[in-house]
């Protein structure tokens, strides 16, 4: 499972929210990996479905942590910061910062989740 922070603010998190879409997208047709990105916004939750839509972001739900505990818990200082968990729920590795999520860098770091 590979879990992202995001807000909507964070200029870094938007330019790479296409391409964790894309991500997304190819590993639920595959099976392979789950993508859950939630957004640290503190608004309503509305607002981040309206975002997602408005940046054609499809296949992301629109999960949001308006309390940011989720980045508390997880001891997040920066956003974007994308967190890949094993099967048992163990923590392999975490990116801080912007990734292209289809890119070779990013193939590499998930390969390490098989």
């Given at each position: 499972m590979l879990v992202n922070l995001w807000a909507?603010?964070?200029?870094?998190?938007?330019?790479?929210l296409?391409?964790?879409?894309a991500l997304s997208k190819s590993q639920r047709q595959d099976g392979a990996?789950?993508?859950?990105?939630?957004?640290?916004?503190?608004?309503?939750q509305?607002?981040?479905r309206a975002f997602l839509d408005s940046h054609k972001i499809a296949d992301l739900g629109a999960y949001h942590d308006p309390e940011m505990k989720l980045s508390s818990a997880l001891d997040v200082q920066v956003m974007p910061t994308s967190v890949?968990?094993?099967?048992?729920?163990?923590?392999?590795?975490?990116?801080?910062?912007?990734?292209?999520?289809?890119?070779?860098?990013?193939?590499a770091l998930?390969?390490?989740?098989?």
């Open positions: 909507s603010w964070c200029a870094p998190c938007v330019k790479e296409p391409t964790l879409d990996l789950g993508v859950i990105a939630v957004s640290q916004d503190i608004g309503e509305a607002s981040v890949l968990y094993d099967k048992n729920g163990r923590e392999v590795w975490r990116y801080i910062g912007d990734l292209d999520w289809t890119g070779a860098e990013a193939r998930l390969a390490e989740a098989r």
